[in-house]
Nanobody, 121 residues
Framework: QVELVESGGGLAQAGGSLRLSCAAS????????MSWYRQAPGAQRALVAA???????TYADSVKGRFTISRDNAENTVSLQMNSLKPEDTAAYYC???????????????WGEGSQVTVSS
């Protein structure tokens, strides 16, 4: 069984910073892309940032220049540093990893349980 455990998040004022971390544990052979998504009340889950195993990263336009995604391949972790936070960043943030459990297995998408980020004005 593989699980993603998130930590961090919480409450911040506008202009402040928060950091989210996510650790993958269990039987893991390799991880391809690791990502952060977010979902605000009444909205669909949307991609915030993604990082490939080689380190190349992509960001949603709304967070470019403010958020930074990073990963540690040896520890199977991914982090999201969020600076210059805005009230519209308020959402539940979900970690996602495309991974496989053995060299013969297909890649599967695994989700964390979500971590709430609330930004007050």
């Amino acid at each position: 069984q593989v699980e993603l455990v998130e930590s961090g998040g919480g409450l911040a004022q506008a202009g402040g910073s928060l950091r989210l971390s996510c650790a993958a544990s269990g039987r893991i052979f390799s991880i391809n892309t690791m990502s952060w998504y977010r979902q605000a009340p009444g909205a669909q889950r949307a991609l915030v940032a993604a990082i490939a195993s080689g380190g190349s990263a992509t960001y949603a336009d709304s967070v470019k220049g403010r958020f930074t995604i990073s990963r540690d391949n040896a520890e199977n972790t991914v982090s999201l540093q969020m600076n210059s936070l805005k009230p519209e960043d308020t959402a539940a943030y979900y970690c996602n990893a495309d991974l496989r459990r053995s060299s013969r297995a297909r890649y599967v998408s695994v989700w964390g349980e979500g971590s709430q980020v609330t930004v007050s004005s």
